[in-house]
């Protein structure tokens, strides 16, 4: 039972979004778009850059409102329902892979890659796999959506720890999120590679600032 709903909606957002605002500010000086005129598929690196950027705020920031929303008045329920929620999610999901598209954009600008870095980038890329492979097998994608702040039925569900995630219960974070790394590293890009430290702290602010408070709620003692 959540006693001030509206003190629980906005409870370490200050923390979570305006962690996500400041570090997009620090990032964006950290690039040099002067002396940078490379492009991928017409598109400039400092537009993949910014709009690479823009996604995990705006994804973050989507997945807040729609649970804490959820949790403190059924609002989506009312209103578009979880699959349309879910639809958003994944489309939002999908956008987030524009950072592939920087790298090859940005491709050369911080080293040359070579077998080093490849070879780096693909014992990244190993866990990666496995942990989408464990999602698909045990966990399953619309828990991964966060259907259990939608159906009560899940909440009765155990904590995975089949696959990866008997290495770690937080594996998407650890293991799956990172990824982005392997194409930095693959293509000696800065860009990639700042927007990947950006993807990861902002994932783990949203763990620590939404995702583990809504869990006390949904769960409680368990």
């Not at 987030?96 to 980038?121: E, M, N």
């Not at 991964?144 to 009765?156: E, L, M, N, Q, V």
Request: net charge positive; with cysteine; charged share 15%.
């Amino acid at each position: 039972m959540i006693e001030n709903k509206l003190h629980f909606f906005f409870k370490n957002q200050i923390w979570h979004i305006g962690g996500l605002i400041l570090l997009f500010y620090v990032s964006c000086q950290m690039v040099d778009f002067e002396n940078n005129s490379n492009t991928f598929l017409g598109i400039s690196v400092k537009n993949w850059f910014l709009f690479s950027m823009m996604t995990p705020l705006i994804h973050q920031g989507y997945v807040w409102l729609c649970w804490r929303s959820e949790l403190c008045w059924q609002t989506i329920s009312r209103t578009i329902g979880f699959k349309s929620y879910a639809v958003i999610f994944i489309i939002i999901m999908i956008l987030r892979l524009s950072g592939i598209g920087l790298c090859f954009a940005d491709y050369g600008s911080w080293f040359t890659p070579g077998w080093i870095a490849w070879c780096v980038s693909v014992l990244i890329f190993i866990p990666f796999v496995y942990t989408i492979y464990s999602i698909k097998k045990y966990f399953g994608f619309m828990r991964a959506t966060g259907i259990d702040h939608f159906d009560p039925k899940y909440r009765d569900m155990p904590f995975e720890k089949r696959g990866i995630f008997k290495w770690s219960s937080n594996a998407m974070y650890t293991f799956a999120i990172p990824v982005m790394f392997a194409f930095a590293i693959s293509a000696g890009s800065k860009a990639t590679f700042i927007f990947a430290a950006y993807t990861v702290i902002g994932a783990w602010l949203h763990y620590f600032c939404t995702e583990r408070e809504d869990f006390k709620v949904i769960y409680g003692k368990n």
